[in-house]
């Protein structure tokens, strides 16, 4: 299990000791959270910021982008450190998706998809062969806190078994609402990548809180 905690939640004033402090758990990942106003409600952090932090930390930079257009600022997030590029199937073309994740592969990256709830995850088998990683969102893309949608329950199973079936090398993840409750059930459902916002950063005991989830 990876656990890929949330830089959205944590202190931005601090945002170094923050990420020294992730460092000291057994998180392997650190999840980046793209939020232009346009796709999703709110707006977040761009490259400059995911730059300082590829200079900062070893950790492996997990991208999210909840953006339109990804293609236009794609290779702005990987010249800027990103390991793994996620983008959002709803806020492309279909025939761009296999496009988009060639470049990123061909930056020697890891391409990801990802899909809202109210998406169905037959939308994205087509294009397993070429992901390294589907994030299915168990919230509404575009703040912290929410509640986890136990729907994505049924969709975690599905694309688990599709990726067996077909014995891609791909990653299931999961955001929105991870704690050491939901974990379980996301974890049985097969889950291979947890992203957990809140619960990590707003802990008293980030170790803890991190070891709870594996």
């Given at each position: 299990?990876?656990?890929?905690?949330?830089?959205?939640?944590?202190d931005?004033?601090?945002?170094?000791?923050?990420?020294?402090?992730?460092?000291?758990?057994?998180?392997?990942?650190?999840?980046?959270?793209?939020m232009?106003?346009?796709?999703?409600?709110?707006?977040?952090?761009?490259?400059d910021?995911?730059?300082?932090?590829?200079?900062?930390?070893?950790?492996?930079?997990?991208?999210?982008?909840?953006?339109?257009e990804?293609?236009?600022?794609?290779?702005?997030?990987?010249?800027?450190?990103?390991?793994?590029?996620?983008?959002?199937?709803?806020?492309?073309?279909e025939?761009?998706?296999?496009?988009?994740?060639?470049?990123?592969?061909?930056h020697?990256?890891?391409?990801?998809?990802?899909?809202?709830?109210?998406?169905?995850?037959?939308?994205?088998?087509?294009?397993?062969?070429?992901?390294?990683?589907?994030?299915?969102?168990?919230?509404?893309?575009?703040?912290?806190?929410?509640?986890?949608?136990?729907?994505?329950?049924?969709?975690?199973?599905?694309?688990?078994?599709?990726?067996?079936?077909?014995?891609?090398?791909c990653?299931?993840?999961?955001?929105?609402?991870?704690n050491?409750?939901?974990?379980?059930?996301?974890k049985?459902?097969?889950?291979?990548?947890?992203?957990?916002?809140?619960?990590?950063?707003?802990?008293?005991?980030?170790?803890?809180?991190?070891?709870?989830l594996l």
């Open positions: 299990m990876i656990i890929s905690p949330s830089v959205l939640s944590a931005f004033l601090h945002l170094h000791q923050e990420v020294k402090s992730i460092e000291a758990t057994q998180a392997q990942w650190l999840h980046y959270d793209v232009d106003g346009h796709f999703v409600p709110n707006l977040s952090f761009g490259m910021i995911l730059k300082s932090l590829r200079q900062a930390t070893s950790l492996f930079l997990d991208v999210h982008l909840m953006i339109s990804p293609a236009r600022y794609l290779q702005a997030f990987l010249d800027a450190g990103a390991d793994l590029v996620t983008f959002h199937y709803e806020a492309v073309a025939d761009e998706i296999a496009h988009l994740c060639d470049i990123i592969h061909q020697g990256k890891k391409a990801g998809l990802s899909i809202k709830p109210a998406t169905p995850v037959e939308v994205v088998l087509p294009y397993l062969e070429k992901l390294d990683l589907v994030l299915v969102m168990s919230v509404e893309p575009g703040f912290g806190g929410q509640r986890f949608m136990p729907l994505s329950l049924d969709k975690i199973r599905s694309l688990k078994a599709a990726i067996q079936q077909g014995a891609y090398h990653l299931v993840e999961v955001d929105g609402g991870i050491d409750q939901t974990a379980i059930e996301a049985e459902s097969g889950a291979d990548v947890l992203v957990a916002g809140s619960y990590v950063f707003h802990a008293s005991d980030r170790q803890a809180a991190v070891a709870s």
